[in-house]
């Protein structure tokens, strides 16, 4: 079993920073891609940022030159630093994470969110 908790969110001026965490407990070794995903009531969930097991990162264009995702060498937390934040950037924010292998395999987890506000 995977279990995801995000923290590091809050409220920020336009212009500030942020540093997102999720914390992955149990078995990493199964995970593949770790992902933050995004959420503003009565819009769909939306990509942000990827990373996966050897580093290679995405990004959504809406957040490409400002945020970088990263991740520790065990893999047990993934963060997400977000600078020159926008009002536009105000969101819950999720941590992703899918199986690919032993017990994982086909299997995606989500976090329970953590909020981002960014006012004007």
């Known amino acids: 079993q995977v279990q995801l908790v995000e923290s590091g969110g809050g409220s920020v001026q336009a212009g500030g920073s942020l540093r997102l965490s999720c914390a992955v407990s149990a078995i990493t070794w199964c995970i593949g891609d770790m992902n933050w995903y995004r959420q503003v009531p009565g819009k769909e969930r939306g990509f942000v940022s990827g990373?996966?097991?050897?580093?290679?990162?995405t990004y959504a264009d809406p957040v490409k030159g400002r945020f970088t995702i990263s991740q520790s060498n065990s893999r047990s937390t993934v963060n997400l630093q977000m600078n020159s934040l926008k009002p536009e950037d105000t969101a819950m924010y999720y941590c992703?994470?899918?199986?690919?292998?032993?017990?994982?395999?086909?299997?995606?987890?989500w976090g329970q969110g953590t909020q981002v506000t960014v006012s004007s």
């Open positions: 990373i996966d097991a050897n580093g290679r990162t």
């Open positions: 992703k994470a899918i199986g690919i292998r032993g017990p994982c395999a086909n299997s995606v987890y």
